[in-house]
């Protein structure tokens, strides 16, 4: 077959990538990346595939805009959750994130370049943040596996968000327990909300928001 037909060809399947990952809200090459950093360390991520754009889009609408201050999102892996943060309104340069892998520290620098990337772990917040933001934050948004972590850490997770934060600023996270709250709520001094199941999220997810009570 000559060359300039295989390149069409090529283009063909290049397209149909492009609108199948378009009309499923994925990108195919983040897939890659998720699963190969899933294989390499399971426990440090939150799932095997990148969170979909309907949770990213539930997660992003907790944020409410008419809060100043930056919004910090905690292991934002491919940015998924971070183009819904963009596209709700919350302006790049607004975002702090902070990623423990550096593959996507690297990725997220190049697609966000005014967002601020911190590679670190996000259970070290106070030594990684303090004294960084400038000023209290908007919100935190977390794409964490913390149900993978002792409640102990979860609770001290929480409180350190809280520290960083405006009053009744919300602490945002996403879980695939259906009856878990990924934060004990009884063992600490906050209120919850949880969202409908997400059904359209691999696996299905809910959405908790926690507010110092």
Not at 9 to 17: D, G, L, M, P, S
Not at 149 to 166: D, T, Y
Request: aromatic residues 6%; glycine residues 8%.
């Amino acid at each position: 077959m000559p060359l300039p037909a295989i390149q069409a060809i090529e283009k063909q399947i290049e397209k149909r990538i492009r609108l199948f990952e378009q009309k499923n809200g994925i990108r195919l090459d983040d897939e890659v990346r998720f699963i190969k950093s899933w294989i390499e360390k399971p426990l440090s991520m939150g799932a095997i595939m990148a969170s979909s754009r309907m949770l990213g889009r539930a997660m992003a609408r907790c944020v409410d805009l008419d809060i100043p201050g930056p919004v910090i999102e905690l292991g934002p892996g491919t940015g998924v959750v971070t183009q819904a943060l963009v596209e709700h309104g919350v302006g790049p340069e607004r975002l702090v994130l902070v990623e423990f892998n550096p593959s996507f520290c690297r990725l997220l620098r190049k697609r966000y370049p005014q967002a601020t990337v911190i590679q670190g772990d996000a259970y070290r917040m106070n030594h990684l943040l303090g004294g960084r933001l400038g000023e209290p934050a908007a919100a935190v948004v977390s794409g964490l596996p913390l149900l993978t972590q002792p409640a102990k850490r979860r609770l001290r997770l929480i409180n350190e968000a809280f520290g960083l934060m405006m009053p009744n600023a919300p602490f945002i996270q996403f879980t695939y327990a259906m009856v878990t709250a990924p934060i004990p709520c009884r063992r600490v001094d906050v209120t919850a909300e949880r969202s409908k199941v997400i059904w359209q999220n691999v696996p299905p997810a809910r959405v908790w928001t926690y507010r110092q009570g």
